[in-house]
C-alpha cells in the first residue's frame, strides 16, 4: 500500500467513525428503533448493518490477500477504485444487501458500538500495519456492478459504505414523525 492510499484511507475510517458516533450519540430507544416507513430500516438497523458489512467486506479482503496474485488485476480493476468513490457514498440509488448483512436486531445499543469499535480498531490496524502490495489480489464481489475488487478496494469500500448509511442515519433523523428527545 502507497503512503497515499494509506493516509486516505486512515483520514476516511476515521472521519466515517467519528459522524457515525455523533449520529447515535443520545438516541432514546424510541430513537434507535424509529422507522421512518414500514420498508426502512431504523437506526439501529442502519447500525447494525454497517457492522456486519465492515466484517464482511475485511473477510472479503483477507479473502483476497489469502490467494495467489491475480496476474490479470490490473485489466479486472481498472478504474473501480474511481467508481467505488463516487457511489458508495452518494446514496442516490437504494441497493439491496446481501442476506448474510440484513440487520436482525441481535444486539442492545452498546453491543453495536462496542462491535463497530472493535471491527474499526481492527480494520485501523490492518492498514497501519500492512506492508504488502494490495492492489494485485482481488476477489469477486457479489454484484456484478462491481465484479472483481481488489483487497485496496474492499478496504476503501469500508469507509465509504459507512459514509452512505451515515447519510441514511441522518435522514432518518430529520424524518417529521422522528420521536422527540425526551428528557
Not at 490496524?125 to 483487497?151: G, R
Request: aromatic share 8%.
Amino acid at each position: 500500500m502507497t503512503s497515499d492510499q494509506r493516509a486516505q484511507l486512515t483520514t476516511l475510517l476515521h472521519a466515517a467513525q467519528v459522524e457515525f458516533l455523533d449520529l447515535i450519540s443520545g438516541l432514546t430507544e424510541a430513537q434507535w428503533r424509529h422507522r421512518p416507513a414500514a420498508s426502512s430500516w431504523s437506526v439501529g438497523e442502519t447500525a447494525e448493518h454497517i457492522v456486519l458489512a465492515e466484517a464482511g467486506l475485511f473477510a472479503k479482503m483477507q479473502q483476497a490477500l489469502a490467494a495467489q496474485p491475480n496476474p490479470d488485476w490490473e485489466a479486472q480493476t481498472a478504474r473501480k477504485t474511481e467508481f467505488i468513490e463516487r457511489v458508495m457514498p452518494a446514496p442516490l440509488q437504494k441497493a439491496n444487501a446481501p442476506e448474510t448483512l440484513h440487520p436482525r436486531m441481535q444486539w442492545t445499543r452498546d453491543e453495536t458500538v462496542t462491535r463497530f469499535q472493535a471491527g474499526r480498531t481492527r480494520t485501523l490496524q490492518f492498514v497501519e500495519q500492512v506492508d504488502q502490495p494490495l492492489e494485485c489480489y482481488t476477489s469477486e464481489h457479489p454484484f456484478p456492478v462491481f465484479n472483481t475488487l481488489n483487497a485496496y478496494q474492499w478496504l476503501l469500500y469500508i469507509p465509504l459504505h459507512n459514509q452512505r448509511h451515515n447519510q441514511q442515519i441522518a435522514a432518518i433523523k430529520r424524518s417529521s414523525d422522528f420521536p422527540a428527545n425526551v428528557s
